[in-house]
């Protein structure tokens, strides 16, 4: 199975920025919805954000809509999650996602995510 290689997680202060970074080495991803979702203690899983293959449709979780931003750059194969103005409730294990059901989806669906990645940890310190 194809691996999704995190990076970019650690611990930031409250009303600081974070760069999340994954990589899918092994399979081109450029065709396929890519994402983020994340799982703090004792809580479900989350989707937080997704992106269409060629970034013309995107999704947010309503709690870090406007603060957070997905973006890829599919010549590099990387998917990104740009995090701002973040706040405690933002600590978690962050986790790249591929939903490689369908290529070229023109609608942001995170709920087709297919496989996940082995997670990162954001900790938002006070």
């Known amino acids: 199975q194809v691996q999704l290689v995190e990076s970019g997680g650690g611990l930031v202060q409250v009303g600081g920025s974070l760069r999340l970074s994954c990589a899918a080495p092994?399979?081109?991803?450029?065709?396929?919805?890519m994402g983020w979702s994340r799982q703090a203690p004792g809580k479900e899983r989350e989707f937080v954000a997704a992106?269409?293959?060629?970034?013309?449709?995107?999704y947010y979780t309503d709690s870090v809509r406007g603060r957070f931003t997905i973006s890829r750059v599919n010549a590099k194969n990387t998917v990104y999650l740009q995090m701002n103005t973040v706040k405690p409730d933002d600590t978690a294990v962050y986790s790249c996602?591929?939903?490689?059901?369908?290529?070229?989806?023109?609608?942001?669906?995170?709920?087709?995510?297919?496989?996940w990645g082995q997670g990162t940890q954001v900790t938002v310190s006070s």
């Open positions: 996602a591929a939903d490689w059901s369908r290529r070229w989806r023109s609608d942001a669906d995170p709920r087709a995510f297919t496989q």
């Open positions: 992106i269409t293959w060629n970034g013309a449709s995107t």
């Open positions: 092994g399979r081109t991803s450029s065709d396929y919805q």
